[in-house]
C-alpha cells in the first residue's frame, strides 16, 4: 500500500461498482421475467425501464404524485384487452416514479380462480368447526391457539 492509501481505494471503488453491476443484472432479470409488461418511469414521467415495447411516456395521475403514501389506480385499456394497474413509487415519503402494469385478463382471471378456490376451503373448513360435535383445537408450532371449533364453548 503506497502512503497515500490509492491502492486501496481504487480495490474499494472496483469491487462497489462490481457489486452494484451484479445487482442491477439481478433487478432487470427479475422485472424482465415478469410475466406482465412493466413499465418504470422517473419524476418527469420519463421510461426508465420497460420489459417490453411500448411507448416511451406516461401521463402521470396527480393523485399518485401528491400521495405520500403508496396508492395505486387500476384501468382498463381503451380497446379492454388489457387492465393497468398505476402504483406511486415512494421512498421515505419522497415520490420518485411509478410503476405501471399491464395484465391480460386470462392472468388475472387465472390468480382470482385461485383465490376463489382458497376462499371455498375456507368456507369449507369453517363450517367443520362450527357444525362437529368433536372438539377441534388447532395451535401453532409455538403452542399459540389459532383456532377452536365451538364445540368446546
Known amino acids: 500500500m503506497d502512503p497515500a492509501g490509492r491502492f486501496e481505494r481504487e480495490s ?11 445487482e ?3 433487478l432487470q432479470a427479475i422485472l424482465t421475467s415478469f410475466p406482465a409488461q412493466i413499465r418504470i418511469f422517473d419524476l418527469q414521467g420519463e421510461l426508465f425501464f420497460n420489459n417490453s415495447s411500448g411507448n416511451d411516456r406516461v401521463l402521470v395521475p396527480e393523485e399518485l404524485v401528491s400521495s ?12 379492454k384487452n388489457r387492465v393497468i394497474t398505476q402504483t406511486n413509487i ?9 410503476l405501471e402494469m399491464y395484465w391480460h385478463p386470462k392472468e388475472l382471471e387465472k390468480a ?5 378456490s382458497y376462499t371455498n376451503l375456507a ?13 377441534i383445537y ?4 409455538n403452542g399459540v391457539t389459532l383456532r377452536v371449533s365451538s364445540a368446546c364453548e
Do not use: M, P, W
Not at 415512494?90 to 411509478?98: A, R
Not at 388447532?138 to 408450532?141: A, K, L, M, T
Open 112 to 116: 382470482l380462480s385461485y383465490l376463489d
Open 12 to 22: 474499494l471503488c472496483n469491487d462497489y461498482s462490481e457489486r452494484s453491476n451484479k
Open 138 to 141: 388447532v395451535s401453532d408450532g
Open 90 to 98: 415512494i421512498h421515505e415519503g419522497e415520490f420518485l416514479g411509478i
Open 24 to 26: 442491477q443484472k439481478f
Open 123 to 135: 368456507l369449507d373448513l369453517k363450517a367443520v368447526f362450527e357444525t362437529s360435535y368433536d372438539v
Open 68 to 79: 405520500t403514501e403508496k396508492k395505486t389506480i387500476v384501468n382498463v385499456t381503451e380497446d
